[in-house]
Nanobody
Framework: QVQLVESGGGLAQAGDSLRLSCAAS????????MGWFRQAPGKEREFVAT????????FYADSVKGRFTISRDNAKNTAYLQMNSLKPEDTAVYYC???????????????WGQGTQVTVSS
């Protein structure tokens, strides 16, 4: 089993930056691909970004491409989501999750964190 804990969320203004962290414990973090998802109020949870086990490959949702950067430090069992040029529409609860394959599909992820709130004001 893998336990995931997100941190780094908070209140930001449009144009600001935030960095989310996802700390993993339990089984070896480097065995898993890792993804970030988000759920805005009244909307379904959606894919944001994913990174491969080694960190050498990543993929982003079109809505965040060029503004967000996913990374990981396997020595620290931690993944990150650097969010720049934040927009009000980025307001959501952000979740990290892990899976065995490189995927954008929520169904492929089987361990999830509890989420961290990001609120962006205009």
């Amino acid at each position: 089993q893998v336990q995931l804990v997100e941190s780094g969320g908070g209140l930001a203004q449009a144009g600001d930056s935030l960095r989310l962290s996802c700390a993993a414990s339990g089984r070896t973090f480097s065995h898993y691909s890792m993804g970030w998802f988000r759920q805005a109020p009244g909307k379904e949870r959606e894919f944001v970004a994913t990174i491969s086990r080694s960190g050498g490959t990543n993929f982003y949702a079109d809505s965040v491409k060029g503004r967000f950067t996913i990374s990981r430090d396997n020595a620290k069992n931690t993944a990150y989501l650097q969010m720049n040029s934040l927009k009000p529409e980025d307001t959501a609860v952000y979740y990290c999750a892990v899976c065995q394959v490189f995927s954008t599909l929520q169904k492929d992820y089987f361990y999830w964190g509890q989420g961290t709130q990001v609120t962006v004001s205009s």
